[in-house]
């Protein structure tokens, strides 16, 4: 009787908290820099949910070691709803095959919420780099070995990943450079102190465009409605591809009416038709999703990398 009634107790608290929620301030950690897709859209969501549900929703960039440091901030939080984070494709699901220790297990220790975007990606030199394609560029890096920079938003995202896969693919020996985030990359590649950078379309694309940057291939298996003319990097590179993504994602524990709360609400922002218009633009995509095949998609993203990571030969002690 006295488990019954502790049960009862629990599962009535619960749905009082989900009830009242939200009753303060949110706060939804981003563990990048400003600037990025992560936290562009943490913004972008944070107003619209503050606008909607009537309380502020704080956006703190809470960078470091890849991620983790934010990530595993919101892991060991209290699972009220109160602390959320954009987790991505490094945080949930490369970085456990990455790092040779991890301070939280990006499956057990999280309640998923909503797949937010899948980004694009485009392969982009710096002009001093005498390639015009992606053979070309294979070309001069075989030529010249060790002597290519690839920039990255850190250790373990999808711009190092994907410079780590080209290595492989290609067979070709370039340095790795990691940088807090895209930001910091980008500003280094375009001043010439790095040779490349597989980055994410919307934060890549608008140098290329300025003729700062030479985008040589889009990263994913298929063309790009943002940059139609462009090859993907699989048509010289059978089987190469690099899809970024976003997500949210809340303390294991979270009560899952909360949980659903905040994916009906981010459901509707991504669905509406401002944002409809903006993501094909921005080479980025959104499909509604649950937190159910949230986590599952997470789980394959995870199967997927570790082998690629492990013949990378890439590690963070």
Known sequence: MRLFALAAALLFSAAALAQSYPAKPIKIVVPFPAGGIADLYARLIGARVTEGWGQPVVIENRTGAGGNIGADA???SAPDGYTLVMGSFGTHAVNVSLFSSMPYDPVKDFAPIIL???????LVVHPSVPAQSV????????????????ASAGMGTASHLAGELFKTMAKVDMTHVPYKGNVPAITDLLAGQTSLLFGTTPTVLPHAK?????AL????????A???DLPTVAETLPGFEVNNWVGLLAPAGTPNDIVRKWNAEVNKIMTGADIKQRLPTEGAR????TPEEFGAF???EIAKWAPVVKASGARVD
């Open 74 to 76: 919101v892991a060991k």
């Open 298 to 300: 997470i789980k394959s």
């Open 116 to 122: 937010v975007l899948e980004a694009e990606g485009l």
């Open 217 to 224: 291939a889009t990263i994913g298996s298929v063309r790009s």
């Open 135 to 150: 053979l070309d560029l294979i070309a001069y890096a075989r030529a010249h070995p060790g002597k290519l920079t690839f």
């Open 210 to 214: 300025a003729g700062k940057l030479r």
């Open 226 to 228: 943002a940059a139609p």
């Open 286 to 289: 959104y499909a509604p999703n």
